[in-house]
């Protein structure tokens, strides 16, 4: 019996794990993909540091909040370029 439970743990476990690691597709709309690709590029921009291109996609009056502040456009900006973060 214990043998069987164990067996079926196993098994469930594999089956879960395995289906885990199947690609799934999305398919986009144009809309949703433009979305998607500013997103990717936002987060490489910031990686590259390249705030002159996060400029003109942050609004002027946006605000950025994290566990430890809140700051303006430019404070982001600013730590973004240095690297503070």
């Known amino acids: 019996m214990k043998q069987s439970m164990l067996a079926l743990c196993l098994l469930i476990i594999t089956v879960a794990a395995s289906h885990a690691q199947t690609a799934i597709t999305t398919t986009y709309t144009k809309e949703e993909q433009e979305v998607v690709s ?5 987060w490489q921009w910031m990686a590259d540091k390249n705030v002159d291109k996060l400029a003109t996609l942050f609004h002027d009056q946006s605000k950025f909040v994290h566990m430890s502040g809140t ?3 430019e404070e982001k900006l600013d730590i973004i370029k240095t690297g503070s973060i």
């Open 38 to 42: 500013l997103s990717k590029d936002k």
């Open 71 to 73: 700051w303006k456009k």
